[in-house]
């Protein structure tokens, strides 16, 4: 079984910066990509961004573009997501996912493993 451990949430004023990390542990971690995930009260789940552990294809979802950054340190099994210029309605928890094999990637259902969450506060 495959455990992700989502860090580096918190609050923070409109326009600054946070960087989330999520480190996978477990069996022998070789997915075929990470992510994240978000989802604000009363919303429904929104992608955020994914990279793939191989060949380092990276997606964002339309909102994000330009301001999120994902990346992935391979030794460590961890991705993190750098966010700038954040806005209040980047709140959210936001949700590291890892993925065995290919799909689409906005698609919540092609991850296999989910974290508990993290949550980010923007205020404005």
């Known amino acids: 079984q495959v455990q992700l451990m989502e860090s580096g949430g918190g609050l923070v004023q409109a326009g600054g910066s946070l960087r989330l990390s999520c480190a996978a542990s477990?069996?022998?971690?070789?997915?075929?990509?990470m992510g994240w995930f978000r989802q604000a009260p009363g919303k429904e789940r929104e992608f955020v961004a994914t990279?793939?552990?191989?060949?380092?294809?990276?997606y964002y979802g339309d909102s994000v573009k330009g301001r999120f950054t994902v990346s992935r340190d391979s030794a460590k099994n961890t991705v993190y997501l750098q966010m700038i210029s954040l806005k209040p309605e980047d709140t959210a928890v936001y949700y590291c996912?890892?993925?065995?094999?290919?799909?689409?990637?906005?698609?919540?259902?092609?991850?296999?493993?989910w974290g508990q969450g993290t949550q980010v506060t923007v205020s404005s």
């Open positions: 990279i793939t552990w191989s060949r380092g294809l990276i």
């Open positions: 477990g069996r022998t971690f070789s997915p075929y990509a």
């Open positions: 996912v890892a993925s065995d094999r290919w799909g689409l990637p906005q698609r919540p259902n092609v991850y296999d493993y």
